[in-house]
Protein backbone atom coordinates (compact mmCIF):
# COMPACT_ATOMS: atom_id res chain seq x y z
CA UNK A 1 0.00 0.00 0.00
CA UNK A 2 1.67 3.16 -1.03
CA UNK A 3 1.75 6.24 1.86
CA UNK A 4 -0.19 9.13 0.88
CA UNK A 5 -1.55 12.09 2.69
CA UNK A 6 -4.82 13.92 2.45
CA UNK A 7 -6.01 17.27 3.55
CA UNK A 8 -9.82 18.58 3.64
CA UNK A 9 -10.49 22.16 2.86
CA UNK A 10 -13.60 23.84 1.24
CA UNK A 11 -12.25 25.79 -2.61
CA UNK A 12 -14.93 28.73 -2.62
CA UNK A 13 -13.38 28.64 -6.86
CA UNK A 14 -14.79 25.22 -7.12
CA UNK A 15 -17.72 26.15 -4.76
CA UNK A 16 -17.27 22.51 -3.02
CA UNK A 17 -14.99 20.96 -0.89
CA UNK A 18 -12.04 19.15 -1.97
CA UNK A 19 -9.02 17.04 -0.77
CA UNK A 20 -5.60 17.67 -1.46
CA UNK A 21 -4.50 14.28 -2.25
CA UNK A 22 -0.17 14.04 -1.87
CA UNK A 23 2.23 11.06 -2.86
CA UNK A 24 5.93 11.78 -2.13
CA UNK A 25 9.11 10.23 -3.84
CA UNK A 26 12.08 8.66 -2.83
CA UNK A 27 13.23 11.93 -1.89
CA UNK A 28 10.20 13.64 -0.24
CA UNK A 29 9.34 15.92 -3.25
CA UNK A 30 5.40 16.11 -3.03
CA UNK A 31 3.37 14.83 -5.94
CA UNK A 32 -0.80 15.97 -5.56
CA UNK A 33 -3.41 16.30 -7.23
CA UNK A 34 -6.69 18.24 -5.77
CA UNK A 35 -9.89 16.45 -5.81
CA UNK A 36 -13.44 16.36 -5.22
CA UNK A 37 -14.81 15.63 -1.89
CA UNK A 38 -18.95 15.91 -2.79
CA UNK A 39 -20.66 13.29 -4.29
CA UNK A 40 -20.33 9.65 -5.08
CA UNK A 41 -17.51 8.08 -6.30
CA UNK A 42 -15.32 9.90 -3.79
CA UNK A 43 -12.73 6.92 -2.75
CA UNK A 44 -12.34 6.36 -6.60
CA UNK A 45 -11.73 9.40 -7.83
CA UNK A 46 -8.84 9.54 -4.58
CA UNK A 47 -7.29 6.24 -5.77
CA UNK A 48 -7.01 7.59 -9.30
CA UNK A 49 -5.33 10.20 -8.08
CA UNK A 50 -2.73 8.19 -5.64
CA UNK A 51 -2.04 6.25 -9.19
CA UNK A 52 -1.78 8.83 -11.24
CA UNK A 53 0.70 10.63 -8.60
CA UNK A 54 2.70 7.99 -8.94
CA UNK A 55 2.74 7.04 -12.29
CA UNK A 56 3.81 10.68 -12.39
CA UNK A 57 6.85 9.85 -10.01
CA UNK A 58 7.84 6.75 -12.15
CA UNK A 59 7.93 8.89 -15.10
CA UNK A 60 10.04 11.13 -13.65
CA UNK A 61 7.93 13.88 -14.04
CA UNK A 62 9.29 16.95 -11.65
CA UNK A 63 7.15 17.55 -8.87
CA UNK A 64 4.11 19.54 -7.93
CA UNK A 65 0.62 19.40 -9.16
CA UNK A 66 -0.01 16.13 -11.15
CA UNK A 67 -3.20 16.99 -14.06
CA UNK A 68 -4.07 14.21 -16.07
CA UNK A 69 -5.28 15.03 -19.87
Do not use: L, Q
Not at 25 to 43: L, N, S
Not at 53 to 59: F, L, Y
Amino acid sequence: MTRFSEYEYYCPIRDAYVARVSVADDHGAEFFMIVERDGKGYRERRENAIDACIEAIEAGCAPGEVRIR
